[in-house]
């Protein structure tokens, strides 16, 4: 693999890092050194030194399959073969079509059609994109406003950060951002009262939104925009049952679409494929990415209603959007694979049943630290919200720090977990998100368990 020229010159204007490696790759932290991920094996990865690394979160709920799957790497090898990649402007491909189907039969309602892009963020823009272009062509184009949720994120492109709920993470771009506008999260931990029923609870905050369209003036507002199980950015929020139905009901009322953005929580890391399926609500557009590729290729999809495409193929015959490597065989060859072996190898048994050993393992050994203000998650995806104090759930300060600390010390002792930070009324945050892979036994969850708290208790 790749040698690398080492130099310590930074380190004299940066006294922080002594070993600076020379690199043109643009990376996000560039002050930050990281070790060189060389090798991966079922639950781990290991880096250039032969250290290994158990893969707790699956980088950032991604790797739901484990490392160098045989039979994904097959799928690939043998679509590359065949033909690596054919623009869908001249073709269709095999894969794709067999992808979509496998979705489709799967998916809640009528969600029958499957447009495939590269990745969450372009999944959303794809998404918001429909929602206008189906209001246009129903001839209602005042419809142009989306409501999403403070303490969400969507991805990182304009329209996606235009609607995503982390003020730290829009404030810079701002100005670029199109007008969207926020209603509360549902985060039972800060938000519900004592002595509020769940009922209670969902209805105030189904309430807040109807207010928000009728602030608006329901002809202005396309659709409102949700993940069905918040991932980063409020450090795994699962809504309390009954809040998705009472805002579906909410959207059918005003004819406001429902955007379900599951590209984190989607594809079995709840315990079911579509994590909407559990709370029995069916969006009109579902997003997807991270778990549907598990890593191996880069993909995301968005799922439409039968009812959205038809009103295009009736209207202007022609979804105006697209990407060059849309469709990509190669990129839906490998997601195939990893969906019929998840499916074949009845995974999803295995999130569910190993996420309640998670979390009852972080219960029993975190449940006491002074910093750990809750843990909560569905199936395999699960949050540990820090505080820095437990009575007032004040936020920790310096969360930047607080990440960085987290992340080295779990790297130092073999694990990987995802540090990430949220905005609780202007404050930030810290969160850890685990998010293991689905082929997780037993005893590697106990191991995760005992690293998680060990890297805790020694940061805080
Ligand atoms: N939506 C959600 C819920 C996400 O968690 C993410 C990424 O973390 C995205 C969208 C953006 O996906 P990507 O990073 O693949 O563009």
């Known amino acids: 693999y790749i040698s690398f020229k080492y130099t310590n010159k930074h380190s004299i204007q940066n006294k922080l890092w002594t070993d600076t490696i020379m690199t043109h790759v643009f990376h996000r932290h560039p002050k930050q050194s990281l070790p060189t991920a060389v090798a991966g094996e079922g639950i781990t990865l290991i880096d250039q030194n032969g250290k290994r690394y158990i893969d707790a979160s699956g980088g950032a709920a991604v790797s739901c399959l484990g490392h160098s799957h045989p039979e994904v790497i097959a799928?690939?090898?043998?679509?590359?073969?065949?033909?690596?990649?054919?623009?869908?402007?001249?073709?269709?491909?095999?894969?794709?079509?067999?992808?979509?189907?496998?979705?489709?039969?799967?998916?809640?309602?009528?969600?029958?059609?499957?447009?495939?892009?590269?990745?969450?963020?372009?999944?959303?823009?794809?998404?918001?994109?429909?929602?206008?272009?189906?209001?246009?062509?129903?001839?209602?184009?005042?419809?142009?406003?989306?409501?999403?949720?403070?303490?969400?994120?969507?991805?990182?492109?304009?329209?996606?950060?235009a609607i995503g709920g982390n003020a730290w993470r829009r404030a810079p771009f701002l100005p670029l951002l199109t007008e969207a506008h926020h209603v509360s999260p549902c985060y039972p931990y800060r938000d519900q009262g004592a002595d509020e029923s769940d009922h209670a609870y969902a209805t105030r905050l189904a309430d807040e939104l109807e207010q928000k369209i009728l602030q608006l003036g329901p002809e202005n507002v396309?659709?409102?925009?949700?993940?069905?199980?918040?991932?980063?950015?409020a450090g795994v929020l699962v809504p309390v049952p009954g809040y998705l139905q009472a805002i579906r009901r909410v959207c059918d009322q005003y004819g406001v679409l429902l955007i379900l953005d599951e590209v984190m929580c989607g594809m079995g890391r709840t315990g079911h494929l579509f994590a909407c399926a559990e709370d029995e609500v069916t969006p009109d557009i579902l997003t997807i990415a991270k778990g549907l590729g598990a890593g191996y290729q880069p993909i995301g999809a968005m799922l439409a209603s039968r009812r959205i495409y038809q009103t295009l193929v009736d209207g202007s015959?022609?979804?105006?959007?697209?990407?060059?490597?849309?469709?990509?065989?190669?990129?839906?060859?490998?997601?195939?694979?990893?969906?019929?072996?998840?499916?074949?190898?009845?995974?999803?048994?295995?999130?569910?049943?190993?996420?309640?050993?998670?979390?009852?393992?972080?219960?029993?050994?975190?449940?006491?630290?002074?910093?750990?203000?809750?843990?909560?998650?569905?199936?395999?995806?699960?949050?540990?919200?820090?505080?820095?104090?437990?009575?007032?759930?004040?936020?920790?300060?310096?969360?930047?720090?607080?990440?960085?600390?987290?992340?080295?010390?779990?790297?130092?002792?073999?694990?990987?977990?995802?540090?990430?930070?949220?905005?609780?009324?202007g404050v930030h945050g810290d969160h850890i998100l685990l998010a293991p892979p689905f082929i997780c036994t037993a005893q590697d969850i106990d191991h995760i368990v005992e690293l998680v708290s060990a890297t805790i208790f020694e940061v805080l």
């Open 317 to 425: 015959g022609f979804f105006q959007h697209g990407h060059t490597y849309m469709g990509h065989a190669t990129a839906c060859a490998a997601a195939l694979a990893v969906q019929q072996v998840i499916e074949r190898d009845q995974l999803l048994h295995n999130v569910r049943v190993r996420g309640q050993q998670l979390r009852q393992g972080l219960h029993q050994t975190l449940s006491a630290h002074p910093n750990v203000g809750d843990i909560r998650g569905r199936g395999l995806m699960v949050g540990i919200e820090l505080v820095a104090d437990k009575q007032s759930k004040t936020p920790l300060d310096h969360h930047a720090k607080t990440h960085t600390q987290l992340r080295r010390v779990a790297m130092d002792k073999g694990l990987l977990m995802y540090p990430m930070g949220g905005t609780v009324d």
């Open 75 to 161: 799928a690939i090898h043998q679509q590359i073969d065949a033909v690596a990649y054919a623009h869908t402007s001249f073709f269709t491909n095999e894969p794709a079509e067999q992808l979509a189907q496998f979705l489709a039969q799967r998916a809640p309602g009528d969600l029958d059609y499957v447009y495939f892009v590269s990745g969450g963020s372009e999944a959303i823009e794809a998404a918001l994109k429909l929602a206008r272009q189906y209001f246009v062509e129903k001839q209602q184009p005042s419809r142009r406003l989306f409501i999403a949720r403070r303490q969400s994120y969507h991805g990182n492109t304009l329209g996606a950060l």
């Open 222 to 233: 396309a659709a409102f925009v949700a993940e069905t199980v918040v991932g980063a950015t």
